[in-house]
Nanobody
Framework: QLQASGGGLVQAGGSLSLSCAAS????????MGWFRQAPGKEREFVGG????????YYADSVKGRFTISRDNAKNAVYLQMNSLKPEDTAVYYC????????????????WGQGTQVTVFS
């Protein structure tokens, strides 16, 4: 239902752009979120975007470096990551918000396969 792509290996300070492809039925009228999970750590919120794209939400750790956007005509959500740091290394996931606070993984459904992002110094 959701497929994240675009991950890879990048040097610190570099950039990557992730994409999330979904079916229209899955994302229709929903906030979409990006999360990440590093080895041995819990899944954490990265950012979210409203259905119309006029509201975005970011974790403090990525604010000013990451940008979320969406193209509803393509049923796609994007995560532009700049000034990457080694601590950004994780598997990145996209998901559909269904209820509850935007920052909590349990508020989301339809998790797809993630994409690995590795930042080396």
């Amino acid at each position: 239902q959701l497929q994240a792509s675009g991950g890879g290996l990048v040097q610190a300070g570099g950039s990557l752009s992730l994409s999330c492809a979904a079916s229209r039925r899955t994302v229709s009228n929903n906030v979409m979120g990006w999360f990440r999970q590093a080895p041995g750590k819990e899944r954490e919120f990265v950012g979210g975007i409203s259905w119309r794209g006029d509201n975005t939400y970011y974790a403090d750790s990525v604010k000013g470096r990451f940008t979320i956007s969406r193209d509803n005509a393509k049923n796609a959500v994007y995560l532009q990551m700049n000034s990457l740091k080694p601590e950004d290394t994780a598997v990145y996931y996209c998901a559909v918000h269904v209820s509850g606070g935007y920052y909590y993984p349990n508020s989301y459904r339809y998790w797809g396969q993630g994409t690995q992002v590795t930042v080396f110094s």
